[in-house]
């Protein structure tokens, strides 16, 4: 394929396409935007409609709450052999038939119906009642069935039920029920008030996807499923799109504050998707013209472009033989096409530039290799030279001098000889000794050292180097100013996937301020011990670096009691 047919496509891709995307995303951005809108909307009417409904049927719990403490009730159902005489059962209608919703209730004690009013239930029908369980289960709270669930939207007679236990008023005992019904008026006025969108109905479902009440007064009773009464239902968001009866509709739903209960608006996707057509049509006006100013920038400005170009490619073939001459144009465009030829003529100047820098630097590295092979030497005349040392301490009888001659060697070679960076714990614990050994001349019978490292613990890796600046730092801070002998102790002992190493003095210890100055300053400017290049801070920056932040030292110490230093590392294996 051509160039020219080429860049012709990607004009076409780079700008037809994304006209088409930007108006498909434009269209759906505006359709989520109407959705979350109308959910917004829904939303709010939904919890305006929740709040009615909680207080009209809280004022119905408040009369009932009133009803069942009075001493008629109480009696009632507490003797057995209590009559209800007329004036009792009128004071009984006066409690609760005043209220103009109410239109019956029935009294029941633990075994029998006791009292009704217009409600000619016996007590075995009412243990059959789908809310006789929830009831019971309620602990003396109000529970609420609709006419969608209760069975008396399809009996023709919609009521909408209040039962509760009654309990004595000092035992808190069970000692009977209170049913009332209420008529449906209370939810058709609170549902009739809530705002909603054209052909847009309200719902109030229960658990079982039953439909409790709704405000079109259809499907009362019927059984629907909605997710969000799926235990299982992980909310990101209130609303949704799915079918309801056999419309594609948008859901916005909210729990309602009776728990059994939940609140849906059903809102048509063609009322919502309605808005969104002018979008629809100025996209496929938009895609229409981009394709023909993608033709027309082809015919009036790719023609010169694509000879930029193609000197361009002509150029990189000249670069990929090793040929980095500029390239030359017939004529200047003064536009951007310049600049790519200019662009490329820099870079081929600069890449022979590289080129002579590379090859420069290749020298330098060889040459540095090659001191790097001759400085190996030297860590071996040392060695030779201890050896020649201790050779002469020996022939000349004098075993101090061989003693320390070669705890000094095995000094080194752990210190300088050993490439890498992770050594045996067991190593690193003979490497200590060695130096409290070398040291122990100096000091004499100045200190005392014990060294406890379990078998267990022998084989595993630690960083190298991180006990042995802890006990020189020890010696200098700690025992040599003491008058009497000092003791070092270092122990190491496993705590789960750790390693723990105890450094631990008896000297005068130190305060936190010398503590920190020892910290920042490795060595408190005492020339002794910065001169070994190695302090605390150094071996918790190292411990830290390589094994992370759990890791590194603790230090403990007070004025007159000594220092404890704790190292924490990993255990590794070999």
């Known amino acids: 394929m051509k160039l020219r047919r080429k860049i012709l496509f990607a004009i076409i891709l780079l700008v037809f396409i994304p006209v088409i995307l930007m108006g498909i995303v434009t269209y759906v951005n505006f359709s989520n935007a109407m959705e979350k809108k109308s959910s917004n909307f829904y939303w709010v009417s939904l919890l305006e409609t929740d709040r009615k409904l ?6 119905i719990s408040s009369i009932t709450n009133s009803v069942i403490t009075q001493p008629v009730i109480q009696q009632s159902l507490k003797q ?27 009294l029941y004690s633990k075994d029998r119906l006791l009292y009704q009013y217009n409600a000619p239930m016996s007590f075995e ?59 449906p008026d209370l939810l058709d006025q609170i549902f009739w008030e809530a705002a909603t969108l054209k052909k847009g109905d309200i719902l109030l479902v229960n658990k079982l996807g039953n439909i409790v009440f709704n405000k079109s007064g259809e499907h009362i009773g019927q059984r629907t499923e909605f997710p969000f009464l799926e235990n299982d239902y992980a909310k990101e968001q209130n609303y949704y799109i799915d079918n309801y009866q056999g419309e594609k509709s948008l859901i916005t739903f909210l729990p309602s504050h009776n728990k059994d209960w939940y609140l849906a608006a059903i809102t048509p996707m063609n009322l919502i998707s309605s808005e969104s057509i002018s979008i629809r049509n100025i996209a496929i006006i938009l895609s229409t013209v981009s394709l023909l100013s993608a033709i027309l920038f082809d015919r009036y400005f790719v023609r010169r472009l694509v000879y930029s170009i193609n000197s361009a490619v002509n150029g990189m073939k000249r670069v990929k033989q090793g040929i980095f001459t500029p390239i030359t144009t017939r004529y200047r465009a003064d536009d951007e096409s310049d600049l790519l030829i200019d662009g490329f003529n820099r ?21 540095a290799e090659m001191k ?65 050994d070398i040291q122990k001349f100096r000091f004499e019978d100045k200190f005392s050292y014990i060294i406890n490292l379990p078998e267990g613990l022998r084989t595993f890796m630690t960083q190298k180097l991180i006990v042995q600046p802890i006990v020189e730092n020890a010696l200098y801070h700690a025992i040599e100013p003491m008058e009497d002998p000092g003791i070092i102790e270092i122990t190491a002992y496993e705590m789960g996937t750790d390693m723990i190493i105890i450094v631990k003095d008896n000297g005068p210890g130190f305060d936190l301020a010398k503590m920190m100055n020892l910290w920042d300053n490795e060595g408190g400017g005492q020339k002794k011990y910065s001169d070994s290049g190695v302090g605390l801070k150094n071996v918790h920056e190292r411990l830290n670096i390589r094994f992370g932040s759990p890791y590194g030292l603790l230090v403990c110490s007070s004025p007159g009691f000594g220092s404890t230093i704790r190292i924490r590392i990993p255990k590794i294996l070999p």
């Open 347 to 367: 870079m081929s100047t600069q890449i022979n530039e590289l080129i002579v820098q590379v090859q420069t630097e290749q020298g330098r590295k060889k040459e």
């Open 80 to 106: 057995t052999n209590f009559v209800l005489t007329y004036d009792r059962k009128q004071e009984l209608n006066n409690l609760l038939i005043n209220h103009p919703m109410i239109t019956s209730f029935s």
């Open 54 to 59: 909680k207080f009209a049927l809280s004022e």
């Open 372 to 436: 790097a092979l001759m400085a190996q030497i030297n860590p071996h005349f040392i060695y030779n030279s201890l050896e020649s040392i201790n050779s002469m301490a020996v022939l000349q009888g004098n075993k101090d001098i061989s003693k320390m001659v070669i705890s000094l060697g095995k000094l080194l070679r752990i210190s300088i000889s050993q490439n890498q960076e992770l050594i045996k714990l067991q190593m690193e614990f003979e490497h200590v000794r060695h130096y409290l």
């Open 125 to 183: 029908e009412m243990k059959k009642q789908s809310w006789f369980h929830t009831m019971e289960s309620a602990e003396g709270r109000p529970v609420w069935s609709g006419p969608g669930e209760n069975g008396s939207a399809v009996s023709g007679h919609p009521v909408v039920v209040q039962a509760r236990v009654i309990k004595d008023y000092y035992s808190l005992e069970d000692i009977g029920y209170l049913v009332v019904n209420v008529k």
